[in-house]
């Protein structure tokens, strides 16, 4: 039998949002600070950097074959990473 989950389905839409840090999530609401992607840039970002971030933040720990990676920058301070990896064939 399958356990329920504790955590109601949070919709889309709504004004709360995950975030990671850490390795661990926690809920914000959009008036603690909410996305303005008018206040970020996006950019080519190296392995090593990449890397680093994602072992550091992600939950798995653990980062995969990439083919390309792009940072997330709030005033030249990398916030996020976006990380393409090489599908498996």
Do not use: N
């Amino acid at each position: 039998m399958r356990r329920a989950s504790l955590a109601a389905e949070i919709d889309p839409a709504s004004d709360w949002c995950q975030r990671w840090g850490q390795r661990r999530h926690s809920w914000r609401h959009r008036s603690e600070g909410g996305f303005d992607a008018s206040l970020y840039t996006v950019e080519p970002i190296g392995e090593l950097v990449a890397k680093s971030y994602v072992i550091d933040h992600h939950y798995s720990g653990t980062y995969p074959a990439a083919s390309r990676r792009f940072g997330l920058f709030l005033d030249d301070l990398l916030v996020g990473v976006a990380v393409f990896g090489i599908p498996v064939r």
